[in-house]
């Protein structure tokens, strides 16, 4: 850490105080705000560019970094602004090369274990007529570390962290805060005493004594009196605007992440109930109902916090059901086994009449269930404060409810997301008992079961070659830059580059999975609107690009029409059909070889979509079965061109869903090949 080892042992204390605990210890009037990391970033740019400006003649500045790496980022912008200054001060973490040294400005190199700067962001900005400065201390944000903890490693959390600190234009309160920084800078580099006292003589700095909080307030006092004469400069009202508005979006985005993280929870507990529902259909064996009912109950009602969660069969012509699965909290009684009246119950007859879930806030104080003696009997067994009852449908027909209770003093309102969540778990359960019921005839679901089989398969196959392969690959890079601390940086690079590279592959192979599973089971939400079809097919190719080497890349030529009318589809699918056809054309094409895509009308009603090839092409006995899913010319576990198998497939299902068509065309081997598909027509034509 350069020469800042001569620190003396009574300095070492001293460097553990907080600059900000300091500064509100000084000017106890002071209240500490809370500040995201992008607020502080453009606040500290508004007050450099201050600076930067020239606005701000021959000005004291000083600037501390948590980490030598942020400091990076900034080193040019500091390089600038020494340009207006003689007196600019950067305190850093010494991590790498960052040390104490006298070149464009002053460099002071902190201790990176002992000292509290490690934790806090400071600039300070002193000049005749202008004052302004930042200290700032890093916040734990359990709300962060919440939804980080849910969310996928790709997201960056980074502009969500919290910190609290003081940014003000008050002249007082920056001459002190500087001067604690100063104190602090001559611990490290004692030899800056004469151009430190020049600066304070120069800005009629005061040493900031700690002792005392009388100290204090005569410091504040010495100040105030000097400086009565000076003019104060208020906060740039536009830089102020710009960081309400930052906060006011970072909140909004913590709310965006929250609302992810319970989007994915809910993702993540249907996935699980179905692959527990399926790993019996996995065995060859018919689904039994009670399982399924079993499964879910226990995971949905750990989901959702409920003091009890029942299933149970029901149709709508029942009197009775009997509670045979259940989840309960520990202060809860089992209903396990007992009847629940359907008949004389006005709740459970809403549900069948108007196919929808039934909540009632306060079960004491309800009408319906005070004018039945049946069901007030039941709510007080149950000890049922709120109730939520969902129904389990399937094609309007009734299977089954899921009911939610609260037991407690006082009511309760489910969330949104909670509620949500329930009822997706019910179409999920009304979906899988029809499933277990049609196992019971087993002629009529032989050839669904032999396409199962093939599928199963094919999935063995990727999965084998497309997740082991990458997987085995990424441990490998990880054990290596673990056990193997003295690595070359190089090679650590590229043991990174390498698993992120496999990691990339595998999440694509988990999405087309994901995307073709949502395409099959109607799960797709369709937003159709009226585009020209070139701003598709320039959104698509530079997606292309964006994700290869140009000098991989084929030529790519475009064939369209400035005169063809608009498409009726949902664009964003649109787009991701061209990409995957241009990315399956680019995986068989050489770099010297020629992309084209061309559109024509087809009929009145369709516009017809052409990307064609000089690649390898397709046998022409092939051409058909080249849109299966998991379909490889060259077979899972021998291909030279990478994927999926899947890209194809999922294009024929968006295609067909809005009316469409798709074929291929090769004249053979090394023939190239096209690929076509049809897109309906905009209705109104005048759009264009």
């Given at each position: 850490?350069?020469?800042?080892?001569?620190?003396r042992?009574k300095?070492?204390?001293?460097?553990?105080?907080?600059?900000?605990?300091?500064?509100?210890?000084?000017?106890?009037?002071?209240?500490?705000?809370?500040?995201?990391?992008?607020?502080?970033?453009?606040?500290?740019?508004?007050?450099?560019?201050?600076?930067?400006?020239?606005?701000?003649?021959?000005?004291?500045?000083?600037?501390?970094?948590?980490?030598?790496s942020?400091?990076?980022?900034?080193?040019?912008?500091?390089?600038?602004?020494?340009?207006?200054?003689?007196?600019?001060?950067?305190?850093?973490?010494?991590?790498?090369?960052?040390?104490?040294?006298?070149?464009?400005?002053?460099?002071?190199?902190?201790?990176?274990?002992?000292?509290?700067?490690?934790?806090e962001?400071?600039?300070?900005?002193?000049?005749?007529?202008?004052?302004?400065?930042?200290?700032?201390?890093?916040?734990?944000?359990?709300?962060?570390?919440?939804?980080?903890?849910?969310?996928?490693?790709?997201?960056?959390?980074?502009?969500?962290?919290?910190?609290?600190?003081?940014?003000?234009?008050?002249?007082?309160?920056?001459?002190?805060?500087?001067?604690?920084?100063?104190?602090?800078?001559?611990?490290y580099?004692?030899?800056?005493?004469?151009?430190?006292?020049?600066?304070?003589?120069?800005?009629?700095?005061?040493?900031?004594?700690?002792?005392?909080?009388?100290?204090?307030?005569?410091?504040?006092?010495?100040?105030?009196?000097?400086?009565?004469?000076?003019e104060?400069?208020?906060?740039?009202?536009?830089?102020?605007?710009?960081?309400?508005?930052?906060?006011?979006?970072q909140?909004?985005?913590?709310?965006?992440?929250?609302?992810?993280?319970?989007?994915?929870?809910?993702?993540?507990?249907?996935?699980?109930?179905?692959?527990?529902?399926?790993?019996?259909?996995?065995?060859?064996?018919?689904?039994?109902?009670?399982?399924?009912?079993?499964?879910?109950?226990?995971?949905?009602?750990?989901?959702?916090?409920?003091?009890?969660?029942?299933?149970?069969?029901?149709?709508?012509?029942?009197?009775?059901?009997?509670?045979?699965?259940?989840?309960?909290?520990?202060?809860?009684?089992?209903?396990?086994?007992?009847?629940?009246?359907?008949?004389?119950?006005?709740?459970?007859?809403?549900?069948?009449?108007?196919?929808?879930?039934?909540?009632?806030?306060?079960?004491?104080?309800?009408?319906?269930?005070?004018?039945?003696?049946?069901?007030?009997?039941?709510?007080?067994?149950?000890?049922?404060?709120?109730?939520?009852?969902?129904?389990?449908?399937?094609?309007?027909?009734?299977?089954?409810?899921?009911?939610?209770?609260?037991?407690?003093a006082?009511?309760?309102?489910?969330?949104?997301?909670?509620?949500?969540?329930?009822?997706?778990?019910?179409?999920?359960?009304?979906?899988?008992?029809?499933?277990?019921?049609?196992?019971?005839?087993?002629?009529?679901l032989?050839?669904?079961?032999?396409?199962?089989?093939?599928?199963?398969?094919?999935?063995?196959?990727?999965?084998?070659h497309?997740?082991?392969?990458?997987?085995?690959?990424?441990?490998?890079?990880?054990?290596?830059?673990?056990?193997?601390?003295?690595?070359?940086?190089?090679?650590?690079?590229?043991?990174?580059?390498?698993?992120?590279?496999?990691?990339?592959r595998?999440?694509?192979?988990?999405?087309?999975?994901?995307?073709?599973?949502?395409?099959?089971?109607?799960?797709?939400?369709?937003?159709?609107?009226?585009?020209?079809?070139?701003?598709?097919?320039?959104?698509?190719?530079?997606?292309?690009?964006?994700?290869?080497?140009?000098?991989?890349?084929?030529?790519?030529?475009?064939?369209?029409?400035?005169?063809?009318?608009?498409?009726?589809?949902?664009g964003?699918?649109?787009?991701?059909?061209?990409?995957?056809?241009?990315?399956?054309?680019?995986?068989?094409?050489?770099?010297?070889?020629?992309?084209?895509?061309?559109?024509?009308?087809?009929?009145?009603?369709?516009?017809?979509?052409?990307?064609?090839?000089?690649?390898?092409?397709?046998?022409?006995?092939?051409?058909?079965?080249?849109?299966?899913?998991?379909?490889?010319?060259?077979?899972?576990?021998?291909?030279?061109?990478?994927?999926?198998?899947?890209?194809?497939?999922?294009?024929r299902?968006?295609?067909?869903?809005?009316?469409?068509?798709?074929?291929?065309k090769?004249?053979?081997?090394?023939?190239?090949?096209?690929?076509?598909?049809?897109?309906?027509?905009?209705?109104?034509?005048?759009?264009?």
């Amino acid at each position: 850490m350069g020469d800042s080892g001569a620190v003396r042992e009574k300095d070492r204390m001293s460097i553990k105080t907080s600059v900000l605990s300091e500064l509100l210890q000084a000017v106890p009037q002071l209240r500490a705000q809370i500040y995201f990391k992008s607020s502080l970033t453009a606040l500290s740019h508004a007050m450099e560019d201050q600076v930067l400006a020239a606005t701000v003649e021959n000005p004291l500045l000083i600037a501390s970094f948590q980490r030598e790496s942020f400091y990076r980022q900034e080193a040019n912008r500091y390089r600038r602004l020494a340009r207006q200054s003689n007196q600019v001060y950067v305190l850093a973490a010494a991590e790498t090369d960052f040390s104490n040294a006298s070149e464009d400005y002053e460099t002071i190199a902190f201790d990176p274990q002992q000292d509290a700067l490690r934790h806090e962001w400071h600039l300070v900005v002193i000049a005749r007529h202008y004052t302004t400065c930042l200290v700032c201390r890093e916040r734990q944000n359990p709300a962060l570390e919440l939804y980080s903890a849910e969310l996928p490693v790709s997201f960056d959390m980074d502009p969500a962290r919290q910190f609290e600190g003081i940014w003000t234009s008050d002249r007082e309160v920056s001459h002190i805060a500087a001067d604690i920084l100063l104190q602090r800078i001559l611990v490290y580099r004692p030899e800056l005493q004469t151009k430190v006292s020049q600066a304070q003589r120069y800005f009629g700095l005061f040493r900031f004594s700690r002792s005392a909080a009388s100290s204090a307030k005569s410091t504040r006092q010495a100040i105030a009196k000097q400086h009565s004469s000076s003019e104060q400069v208020d906060s740039d009202p536009f830089v102020q605007r710009l960081v309400t508005y930052l906060q006011a979006s970072q909140y909004k985005l913590l709310k965006a992440y929250g609302s992810i993280a319970l989007q994915e929870r809910k993702e993540r507990l249907v996935n699980s109930i179905t692959a527990a529902i399926r790993r019996g259909s996995d065995t060859g064996q018919p689904l039994h109902p009670q399982e399924i009912l079993k499964v879910a109950v226990q995971q949905l009602g750990q989901a959702v916090y409920a003091s009890r969660c029942i299933i149970y069969r029901a149709q709508s012509t029942d009197a009775t059901a009997t509670i045979s699965h259940e989840f309960v909290s520990s202060l809860v009684s089992l209903l396990s086994e007992q009847t629940v009246p359907l008949q004389h119950n006005p709740l459970f007859q809403t549900v069948v009449q108007q196919q929808e879930r039934v909540y009632v806030a306060d079960a004491q104080t309800n009408e319906q269930i005070s004018k039945s003696q049946v069901l007030a009997a039941f709510v007080e067994q149950a000890a049922i404060r709120s109730w939520l009852i969902v129904p389990i449908l399937y094609q309007g027909k009734l299977l089954g409810i899921i009911e939610l209770h609260h037991c407690g003093a006082t009511t309760y309102q489910w969330q949104k997301d909670d509620v949500a969540l329930v009822e997706a778990i019910a179409t999920q359960v009304g979906a899988t008992l029809i499933q277990a019921e049609a196992y019971t005839n087993l002629e009529d679901l032989n050839q669904q079961l032999e396409a199962l089989d093939r599928t199963r398969s094919n999935l063995i196959a990727i999965t084998g070659h497309e997740l082991r392969t990458p997987l085995s690959t990424i441990q490998v890079c990880l054990e290596s830059l673990a056990s193997e601390p003295d690595m070359p940086l190089e090679l650590q690079q590229v043991m990174l580059n390498t698993a992120l590279a496999d990691s990339e592959r595998m999440r694509k192979l988990i999405q087309d999975f994901l995307t073709l599973s949502n395409l099959e089971s109607g799960r797709i939400q369709w937003h159709l609107e009226s585009l020209p079809l070139e701003e598709c097919i320039s959104l698509a190719i530079s997606r292309i690009r964006t994700r290869t080497i140009a000098k991989d890349l084929p030529e790519i030529v475009i064939q369209v029409p400035e005169t063809l009318p608009l498409v009726r589809v949902d664009g964003d699918w649109l787009v991701e059909v061209i990409s995957k056809l241009l990315d399956n054309a680019c995986k068989f094409t050489p770099p010297n070889g020629q992309i084209t895509i061309a559109a024509h009308c087809y009929d009145s009603q369709m516009l017809e979509v052409t990307v064609a090839d000089t690649g390898r092409g397709i046998e022409p006995k092939r051409l058909e079965v080249v849109f299966d899913r998991f379909y490889q010319e060259e077979g899972a576990l021998r291909r030279t061109a990478g994927g999926t198998g899947l890209g194809l497939a999922i294009c024929r299902q968006i295609v067909n869903n809005w009316g469409g068509q798709i074929w291929a065309k090769s004249a053979g081997k090394n023939q190239g090949s096209q690929f076509h598909f049809t897109v309906p027509i905009s209705e109104n034509r005048q759009e264009q």
